[in-house]
């Protein structure tokens, strides 16, 4: 028999991939599935609502699409959610969201429209005064702000003004209420009680609309697909002044956010996320993303799942790759576990060669640990290390960005990726820029790393058109390196190697650099 209950909220995932990553978009980005909207449609759905999911990303929809199938569908309330699997994707997906919102209000389509992400939780009153086709957004994680919304029997004012964790209008006003209690450690597998992956689309199987990076893939086109993330934990116990992952743990209803002030994790239990792995598994899913910002810092957490994941990895299938500082991945008994649990990727935060800068920006020096010594242990272990660089951090100069390319030529890892710094909006470098007045970019776009209207942020020696021609020069001498060529070649094959060279013929347009669109 079909679902006659009326729907009370689809969730609706939107980006804007081409502006994203330019003509890389059409072969070379990932398709990420939408984690937090799986997370909060099951939420909402186990409390007794009906939701559905429409993402457009997947399934590549245009405006009119979304208004059609929205039409037909007659939920009680849109909610747009603006997040991603990296720290800048909440704001960049916003171009997406306003987008198909103008369209949605433009066809009077008449049903309320709400957000949810990253820089809504960090600039939630600008965001409605700039936004008049948004009608109100959550400022937190927006678990219990949903489910109490969706109680409501209409969405006006008077009825907004009782619930927490949101901003509204009120007239020509902007209100924002005070901050929703966000989810506790002992009631993740309750309230957050798993994925709604039955909401996704598919073509032949499920997933296999997502693909995961192409160096996630061992540079394999056939191998990203299906792909699947998760997390086993939300949150970070580190204050990175570049970062503003803990946005989502937002308690306070300051006009800006700064996710520094909310840092603290939160896990699941072992018994749900080997759930949920095994749901994954069940479905042919082999190629999986742990989201976790630092999921190899608690062993209390990730030795048993490490172990759990072992026994589901008999045969070497899994293809999983997670985060870790540099400095918890020492010894080689975890790695050895990581490994077994076909963990064969780990994406280390090196940021720069250089410690002082490391530590200006509260990253930590790793006084203890000797860079060059952990990245061999690592490949030991035979795992691959994505290795992560920032140029333009506070102090940089052309000095300190150079040492840090020849570092990462000398450590020569199978995944490299460096951007260029940005005020990320519930950063302490965005609430520092504001502060001095430092120009920041004019569109949403524009904090894509990888965007023609990308701007990162100036240092005292550099301008932001002088760090991004480095960023992007060090990409091309990267990969274009020959022993990185030769590494590549040796561990995944020529057909890798050249896929790879293939990417590199792909030039970003830059418009702070002069080019033309």
């Not at 008049?132 to 919304?149: K, S």
């Not at 997933?207 to 990076?213: C, F, I, K, M, S």
């Not at 975890?334 to 990253?363: F, H, N, P, T």
């Not at 991004?468 to 057909?495: M, N, S, V, W």
Request: aromatic share 10%.
């Amino acid at each position: 028999m079909p679902n006659l209950k009326k729907l009370d909220c689809c969730f609706l995932v939107c980006g804007n991939s081409k502006k994203t990553y330019q003509e890389l978009s059409k072969t070379y980005s990932a398709i990420e599935p939408p984690t937090w909207a799986l997370l909060l449609a099951e939420s909402t759905r186990v409390a007794g609502f009906n939701v559905n999911i429409i993402d457009a990303n997947a399934e590549a929809l245009s405006e009119e699409d979304i208004y059609i199938r929205l039409k037909r569908l007659a939920p009680k309330l849109i909610c747009f959610v603006a997040y991603g699997q990296n720290v800048n994707a909440g704001t960049v997906n916003m171009t997406g969201v306003i987008h198909i919102a103008s369209h949605l209000a433009n066809k009077k389509i008449n049903i309320p429209m709400s957000v949810i992400g990253s820089h809504v939780q960090a600039l939630p009153i600008e965001t409605l005064k700039k936004e008049t086709v948004i009608d109100f957004v959550f400022t937190n994680e927006a678990v219990y702000a949903l489910r109490n919304i969706l109680k409501l029997d209409s969405f006006d004012s008077k009825n907004l003004s009782k619930i927490n964790g949101i901003a509204y209008r009120h007239g020509e006003e902007i209100k924002m209420n005070p901050a929703e209690k966000i989810v506790p450690t002992e009631k993740m597998d309750v309230d957050l009680p798993g994925y709604a992956w039955d909401l996704l689309p598919f073509d032949k199987k499920p997933l296999d609309l997502y693909r995961a990076p192409m160096w996630h893939a061992e540079y394999d086109f056939e191998k990203r697909t299906p792909y699947a993330s998760l997390q086993t934990s939300l949150g970070c116990m580190f204050h990175c002044n570049f970062c503003m992952i803990n946005i989502l743990n937002r308690n306070d209803n300051e006009e800006i956010g700064v996710a520094s002030n909310y840092s603290t994790m939160r896990f699941w239990s072992t018994e749900f996320i080997i759930k949920e792995f095994d749901k994954l598994i069940s479905m042919g899913v082999k190629t999986i993303r742990i989201v976790d910002e630092m999921f190899l810092l608690n062993p209390k957490y990730y030795v048993p799942l490490c172990k759990e994941l072992a026994k589901r990895n008999k045969d070497d299938s899994l293809r999983i790759w997670s985060y870790s500082r540099i400095d918890t991945v020492k010894r080689p008994e975890i790695l050895e576990l990581v490994r077994k649990a076909g963990i064969k990727w780990l994406a280390l935060g090196i940021e720069s060669a250089d410690k002082s800068i490391r530590l200006e920006v509260a990253k930590g020096k790793f006084e203890d640990v000797d860079v060059k010594k952990v990245i061999e242990r690592v490949h030991e272990a035979d795992i691959h290390v994505m290795a992560n660089y920032i140029y333009g951090l506070p102090g940089d100069t052309i000095d300190t960005i150079n040492k840090t390319l020849e570092l990462s030529l000398e450590l020569c890892t199978a995944g490299w990726n460096t951007y260029g710094a940005m005020a990320l909006p519930g950063s302490q470098l965005y609430k520092e820029a504001v502060n001095k007045g430092i120009k920041l970019p004019e569109s949403y776009e524009g904090y894509s790393f990888h965007s023609f209207e990308t701007l990162p942020l100036p240092t005292e020696s550099l301008t932001a058109k002088e760090i991004i021609t480095l960023r992007d020069e060090a990409f091309t001498r990267y990969h274009t390196h020959k022993p990185f060529l030769k590494l590549i070649e040796k561990k995944f094959g020529k057909i890798a190697a050249d896929n790879i060279l293939q990417m590199t013929k792909i030039k970003l347009k830059r418009k702070i650099k002069g080019d033309q669109l």
